[in-house]
């Protein structure tokens, strides 16, 4: 009656009942959690905004998915403290008080919760380490200066030879306008033929201005000569002297020099050609290619590692938390079951014989 009154007392005098109270209290409970999460995630992504960190190597704006990742771990992670503070706390304040099963409760948690940390974070760390000295090898300085130098060299070797080539067809050019060897059939037979063996040139060969073969060393089948009278051509419009032909089964490096009469007009084409068994350009464009790929995937490098080592922090946090969840209710299962037979033991032996316990598992316990 006097609980009934209380009530009925509150209820005239306008102020809120005992379960009323409970459910303003847990929910303002509630609110002030959601306040305090809102709060933190405001000042991470502010901090993330303002550092010079993020901005320099962690754009924020291009990785939003990434950041929001990030900042859920944060969470996780003030989640996990925080749990982890108030089970450890909550089952040390019942073993003080001398509560039944709190010794047995605290030993499985805590067993538990260590060998989850210990599993999950010595996974995270051999997996990131691995993953970090992966990704070291691979857009290392080494590398790097591997490719630059296998371009530089490519570049060099063609330029080499096409610089020898250029130095050689204007001398012999100019030997066979000032000695007059194209007016001489055998003299230029004779010409060629010394020039070519004595400069190990793999095509020597003086050509008419319509590319046709005059005289040459080393036979030029016809494959060559059709591709000798396309060249002629091009050359005539564009004065495009070297040129690397691709082959089937290799590569031919051309050059073409001028030979001119007394007045400077060009009587005839003097064709200088080594035939070489790879595809050179072919390869050369590739190391460049890949050294170009390389310098702009380099910078993100450090995103590449931030993008594969936060969501695997994540789901170590998850695994944790999964692991506690387990503890507590492994521990509850166990405790609980127990607690109540010790009551049940105590009524029994205060002579009470009416106890039942109700079956609530299916197992020993």
């Known amino acids: 009656m006097a609980q009934a009154s209380g009530t009925e ?8 009942a005992a379960d009323d109270t409970g459910f303003i209290k847990k929910h303002r409970i509630n609110l002030f959690y959601v306040t305090s999460i809102l709060a933190v995630c405001a000042c991470l992504v502010y901090l993330e905004t303002n550092l010079p960190f993020f901005q320099k190597f962690m754009p924020v704006l291009d ?3 990434l950041i929001a990742i990030l900042n859920l771990n944060f969470l996780l992670i003030m989640l996990l403290i925080f749990t982890a503070s108030r089970i450890l706390l909550k089952t040390y304040v019942e073993r003080k008080r001398g509560i039944w099963g709190s010794g047995l409760k605290t030993r499985l948690t805590v067993t538990v ?3 989850s940390i210990i599993s999950s974070f010595m996974l995270f760390f051999l997996t990131t380490w691995f993953f970090y000295t992966s990704m070291d090898k691979w857009f290392s300085q ?5 490719v630059e130098n296998a371009r530089d ?13 250029e130095k050689m067809g204007k001398m012999l050019a100019e030997r066979i306008r000032e000695n007059g060897i194209m007016d001489n059939d055998k003299e230029l037979s004779a010409f ?5 063996k004595s400069n190990f040139l793999g095509y020597l060969a003086l050509l008419d201005l319509t590319g046709q073969p005059i005289k040459s060393y080393n036979a030029l089948d016809e494959q060559m000569t059709r591709l000798l009278v396309e060249r002629s051509k091009t050359f005539r419009k564009h004065r495009d002297a070297r040129q690397i032909v691709p082959l089937k089964d290799g590569e031919l490096l051309l050059f073409l020099a001028p030979v001119t009469d007394d007045a400077g007009q060009p009587r005839a084409l003097l064709f200088l050609g080594e035939k070489i068994g790879v595809h050179g350009t072919q390869s050369m464009k590739q190391i460049s290619s890949t050294y170009r790929e390389f310098r702009e995937a380099r910078p993100f490098k450090k995103i590449v590692k931030y993008s594969f080592v936060i969501p695997l922090f994540l789901i170590t946090i998850l695994s944790i938390f999964v692991a506690i969840w387990i503890g507590v209710k492994m521990a509850a299962t ?8 010790k009551e049940g033991a105590a009524i029994i032996a205060q002579g009470r014989l009416d106890i039942n316990l109700e079956e609530r598992g299916k197992d020993e316990i």
Do not use: H, M, W
């Open 63 to 65: 990785n939003k998915l």
């Open 334 to 341: 166990i405790t609980v079951p127990l607690e109540r037979v």
């Open 9 to 16: 007392k509150q209820a005239k005098e306008g102020l809120p």
């Open 192 to 196: 060629i033929k010394k020039e070519g």
């Open 153 to 165: 060299l490519s570049e060099f070797y063609y330029e080499d030879l096409f610089g020898r080539y």
């Open 142 to 146: 080494k590398v790097e200066d591997t």
């Open 113 to 115: 919760f260590a060998v």
